[in-house]
């Protein structure tokens, strides 16, 4: 699986098509923040996606490096890297795979390439965050044998990718 997953570098049709992805094979609140109004991937919603995707990392001055996350040759999800102004040399990362390419290792491997280009890209610690539930990063973090730390709601985990690479 992991030679078939690969991060692609976002722009407009690559937005285009993950949004698709997201409403075909997401739930809004797995892929952005919340927008008020009736659930589900209304037109409202769906504008929403698309101004967020735009203001964070198709920005003249982007806030964040987005990915679009191809297994073969089709979208399957998004991936991202924002630096943290709190912590030098340090990058939250953050990932979303439509349902259907869930549970098959692309996580593993968005992970690795993540991990990859953070250490490129010269920082020298990731941050992840999640919910208690999110069974999926959780396995990948303690696949990596990293702890994570639970604090009520949220739980994170801080990667030394030097120590990481090793």
Do not use: Y
Not at 25 to 32: I, K, L
Request: charged share 20%; net charge negative.
């Amino acid at each position: 699986m992991c030679s078939e997953v690969s991060l692609q570098p976002f722009d407009q049709g690559l937005l285009k098509e993950l949004l698709h992805v997201a409403v075909e094979d997401a739930d809004p609140g797995e892929v952005m923040p919340p927008v008020p109004g009736p659930g589900g991937w209304t037109p409202e919603r769906q504008a929403a996606f698309v101004r967020f995707h735009e203001s964070r990392s198709l920005a003249a001055d982007p806030v964040e490096a987005t990915f679009a996350v191809i297994v073969g040759e089709r979208v399957a999800g998004a991936a991202r890297l924002c630096p943290l102004e709190e912590a030098a040399r340090a990058v939250e990362a953050g990932v979303w795979i439509g349902r259907s390419h869930r549970g098959v290792g692309v996580g593993r491997a968005v992970l690795g390439c993540l991990l990859d280009r953070a250490r490129a890209d010269g920082f020298g610690t990731l941050f992840v965050s999640t919910t208690p539930d999110n069974t999926a990063v959780k396995a990948l973090m303690a696949g990596i044998g990293v702890d994570l730390v639970r604090d009520g709601d949220v739980v994170t985990a801080w990667v030394d990718l030097a120590a990481e690479a090793q």
